[in-house]
């Protein structure tokens, strides 16, 4: 018996791995192979890219519109290629800085806002964990050059 069981077991199996073949792939598989994306962690570190700019204008609202608040002190804990980087906005409300440490996919860029005599408006979104939170502090997705303005309110 264990004669005949063996060619049924073989033959059994050389049509099961032949009943796939064909001379063309299904359409779901790739015709060229692609180069693969290694997978990321949140314990992975962010990726510095040199080139980027996070850039933007601080404002308030007015009853003529919205106006330009110059000296607001705009701190980009990851930017710059030392990190920990601060600017004051000019007389326009424009800020900027060039060199970004970012990991997208896991939490966004923290970016604090302040200005004596000016306080966050309400309903801004509460920074998420581990990012800081309290007053001033915001937060943006940066894959590429980004505009990220914010708005002050006068006390």
Known sequence: MTHRIRPALVLSALVMGLAGCSSEPPPYVPTAPSAPVPARRPSDPAVYMPN???????????PTGRAPIEGVWVYCEPCGAETHSGVYTDSKGFYSFTG???DPDFFPTRVQITKDGYVDPPGLPTPTPPN????GWREVVINGNTEFNV????Q
């Open 52 to 62: 980027v700019t996070l850039s933007g204008v601080a404002f308030e609202e007015t």
């Open 100 to 102: 970004v440490w970012t």
């Open 132 to 135: 800081p939170s309290g007053a």
């Open 151 to 154: 708005q002050l309110v006068r």
